[in-house]
């Protein structure tokens, strides 16, 4: 049997070259979430301060516009925990048996 019959291409979209494609308003739109993502970094800063015992520190990332700390290095429960006198280094758990 023999078989030469074309079946011809149907396409429901039409086709876009390369170029028009990235034209596109899908381009806009990680252009804008990459600028929101930008402006939200830029709202954040790095506040470094000394800690309650020599030679330490306490990292502090803070809210421009409100002022509110976002998250702080080492937690304030240990900083707590350094201004008591008998705190060092890894004697919040004990791990003698």
Same mark, same amino acid.
């Given at each position: 049997?023999?078989?030469?019959?074309? %079946?011809? @291409?149907?396409? =429901?979209?039409?086709?876009?070259?390369?170029?028009?494609?990235?034209? @596109?308003?899908?381009?806009?739109?990680?252009?804008?979430?990459?600028?929101?993502?930008?402006?939200?970094? =830029?709202?954040?800063?790095?506040? %470094?301060?000394?800690?309650?015992? =020599?030679?330490?520190?306490?990292?502090?990332?803070?809210?421009? #516009?409100?002022?509110? %700390?976002?998250?702080?290095?080492?937690?304030?429960? #240990?900083?707590?925990?350094?201004?008591?006198?008998?705190?060092?280094?890894? @004697? #919040?758990?004990?791990?003698?048996?």
């Amino acid at each position: 049997m023999q078989n030469n019959a074309k %079946i011809p @291409t149907v396409t =429901a979209f039409p086709v876009l070259p390369a170029a028009a494609a990235s034209s @596109t308003t899908g381009g806009d739109f990680s252009d804008s979430r990459a600028s929101e993502e930008a402006e939200r970094n =830029a709202r954040y800063r790095l506040v %470094i301060e000394e800690g309650p015992q =020599a030679g330490s520190f306490i990292y502090k990332t803070m809210d421009r #516009v409100t002022g509110e %700390i976002v998250k702080q290095l080492p937690r304030e429960q #240990v900083v707590d925990l350094m201004r008591a006198g008998s705190y060092s280094s890894g @004697t #919040v758990i004990d791990t003698k048996a």
